[in-house]
């Protein structure tokens, strides 16, 4: 992919922002927040001037991987200023209503949420715009796909065939609104033993090298299972963000450098 080269969607643009792109996985707890929040900060690495918006309105995550408390500041009747950390600009449901209220929402309310967070924010000058998407293929991922003028989108995926089998949907749902896909990322790919350095492939391993070849559609790379990665996500210090030239941000980097 070069995303530089690339139009964006005929959705209306953002003012100020470039690139809008989406990070989309078939089911949850396969690592799209993680890798979401790493890969902005790999853009941000890159020296682009990166926003994150975290449209996971049934699970938000942003806040607590860019380790984000407090409300964002109201800059006029219909304008919000995102939160900043370790230079990127984060905007999540989470910071505007209450942990669990969102996840009862009908899809009406769902898609005005995500409409305000994309048009009535201060994203102000942005390279790029990386926007976690809810998992699945359901209406919040569908509106996005066709309101939001995406430039493309990543799939994020473990090596397990019923991951994968779900990925495939996502896969076919942007295909169908002409959203193209910028490649696959296998996730949780192999774990390397930190005591003897044995290398397990607990979920398997090139399983989304394999379907990516298959569909003719971009393989991006693999980011192993490591308990680092993990625990700095719980610490609200991403990896990236902490050891930007570290082993595991390496990953992230490399596969933003991919993309742009
Ligand atoms: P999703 O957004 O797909 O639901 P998350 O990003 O919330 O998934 O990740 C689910 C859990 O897996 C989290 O505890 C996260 O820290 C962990 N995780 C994600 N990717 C990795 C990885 N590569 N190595 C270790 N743990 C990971």
């Known amino acids: ?8 969607s005929k959705a209306a643009g953002i003012p100020g922002v470039k690139h809008v792109i989406a990070v989309a996985s078939g089911k949850g707890g396969v690592g799209k927040s993680t890798t979401s929040c790493n890969l902005a900060l790999g853009f941000a690495a890159l020296g682009l001037k990166t926003g994150i918006l975290d449209a996971d309105i049934y699970g938000p995550s942003q806040q607590k991987l860019f380790g984000l408390r407090g409300k964002p500041r109201q800059l006029g009747p219909r304008m919000l200023e995102p ?3 370790f ?3 984060v905007m999540s449901i989470g910071f505007l209503v209450e942990e669990d209220s969102a996840m009862i929402w009908r899809g009406p309310m769902v898609i005005s949420a995500i409409t305000q967070m994309l048009r009535e924010v201060a994203w102000d000058d942005l390279d790029i715009l990386v926007v976690d998407l809810p998992p699945g293929t359901g209406d919040a991922q569908l509106t996005m796909a066709q309101q939001a003028p995406l430039a493309g989108a990543i799939i994020v995926s473990t ?6 089998i779900d990925a495939r949907r996502g896969i076919a749902m942007f ?9 696959l990322i296998e996730n949780m790919s192999s774990f390397c033993c930190p005591t003897c350095n044995h290398v397990t492939p607990i ?3 090139g399983g989304a090298r394999t379907e990516a070849e298959r569909r003719g559609i971009p393989y991006l790379g693999e980011i192993p299972l490591d308990m680092q990665i993990r ?3 719980d610490e609200g210090r991403p990896i990236v963000a902490i050891e930007p030239d570290g082993v595991h941000a390496k990953h992230y980097v490399s596969i933003a450098r991919e993309v742009w």
């Open 1 to 8: 992919p070069d995303l530089k080269a690339r139009a964006t």
């Open 83 to 85: 939160l900043e950390r």
């Open 87 to 89: 230079g990127v600009k």
């Open 159 to 164: 090596p397990q065939d019923i991951a994968l």
């Open 175 to 183: 295909q169908k609104v002409s959203i193209p896909i910028l490649g």
């Open 203 to 205: 979920f398997g391993h």
């Open 231 to 233: 625990k700095t996500s």
